[in-house]
C-alpha cells in the first residue's frame, strides 16, 4: 500500500514543486512505484514533468467536480515507474465548485484509496495557500512535508501550517502525521545559509532531513524542459541532492510500518 506525501507550504517559492518533481523522479528511478498529484492550479508538477497540461481534455479538476474517473486523467509519463494526475489553470474554480458539497474535504481521498494499492508513494504537491484544495491533500495524506527556503523569512508562516496540520489531524484525519522539513536552495557560500539552517534546528521541534538542497542552476533549468533534474543533468548537485532525498525517505519508510 503506497505511503502518501503531502508537499506543502503556504509561503511562494520554497521549492515545493521542484521537490515534488525531483523526489517522485528520484523514487521512480529507485524502481518505485510512484504516481504524483497535482492539486496546484498552476500546473507547474505537471509541465515540470512533460505533460502539455493546457491541452488535456481531463485533469485532477474534471475528477473532482466528477466529470471524470481518476482512470480517465491518470497520465503515464515517459518516466518509467512515474504516473501523474495533472492539472491546469481551470483549477482554480474548484474552490468555488465545491462550496456547500458534503464531504468536500474528502473528495480526492475517496479517488485515491480505491488505487493506493497500485502504488508504493504517492506524492501531492499542493498550492501556495491553505485552502480547499490543500486540505483536501492533507485529509488523503499520511503525512506532510515542508520545503523551507534558506532565507532570512523560513521560519514566517511555518507555525501557521504547523496549526493547519493539528487541525486537519484533530478534525479530518487523526493518522496524519509531520512527515518533516527539507531545507532547499542552500547556497553554501553565504553565512545566511548556515544561520538559518542553525535557526530552525533550534525553534522547531520536528523531524528535519539531513539532507539538503543546494542552490543550483541546473534545478532551475530543467522544468522548462519538462524533465526532472536526475534526467536532465544526472551529475548535478541538485540531482544527487534529491537522490539522497529519496534515499531518507525509502528509508524512513523501512523503518515505520505505514
Not at 50 to 78: F, P, W
Not at 122 to 145: E, F, K, Q
Not at 223 to 243: C, T, V
Amino acid at each position: 500500500m503506497a505511503r502518501i506525501i503531502a508537499i506543502a507550504n503556504q509561503k511562494g517559492g520554497v521549492g515545493k514543486t521542484t521537490t515534488a518533481i525531483n523526489l517522485s523522479a528520484c523514487l521512480a528511478e529507485k524502481s518505485k512505484k510512484v504516481l504524483t498529484i497535482d492539486i496546484d492550479p498552476q500546473g507547474n508538477t505537471s509541465s515540470g514533468l512533460g505533460v502539455e497540461k493546457n491541452k488535456l481534455t481531463n485533469t485532477i479538476y474534471q475528477m473532482i467536480i466528477g466529470e471524470c474517473s481518476l482512470e480517465d486523467c491518470r497520465i503515464h509519463t515517459a518516466i518509467e515507474y512515474l504516473d501523474i494526475l495533472p492539472s491546469n489553470v481551470n483549477l482554480a474554480g474548484a474552490e468555488i465548485e465545491l462550496i456547500g458539497v458534503e464531504g468536500r474535504e474528502y473528495i480526492l481521498k475517496q479517488h485515491v484509496e480505491r488505487i493506493r494499492d497500485e502504488y508504493d508513494y504517492i506524492i501531492i504537491d499542493c498550492p501556495p495557500s491553505l485552502n480547499t484544495l490543500t486540505v483536501n491533500a492533507m485529509t488523503t495524506a499520511d503525512t506532510v512535508l515542508v520545503p523551507i527556503q534558506c532565507e532570512f523569512y523560513a521560519l514566517e508562516g511555518l507555525t501557521q501550517l504547523l496549526h493547519t496540520i493539528n487541525l486537519v489531524k484533530q478534525r479530518l484525519n487523526p493518522m496524519l502525521e509531520m512527515e518533516g522539513v527539507v531545507f532547499t536552495m542552500y547556497d553554501a557560500r553565504t553565512n545566511l545559509s548556515l544561520q538559518v539552517v542553525e535557526n530552525v534546528k533550534s525553534n522547531l521541534k520536528q523531524n528535519i532531513y539531513k539532507t539538503i538542497i543546494p542552490r543550483n542552476v541546473r534545478l532551475a533549468e530543467a522544468p522548462s524542459h519538462g524533465l526532472p533534474i536526475n534526467l536532465y543533468d544526472s551529475k548535478s548537485a541538485g540531482a544527487e541532492g534529491y537522490r539522497q532525498l529519496a534515499n531518507e525517505v525509502i528509508e524512513k519508510d523501512d523503518k515505520e510500518d505505514y
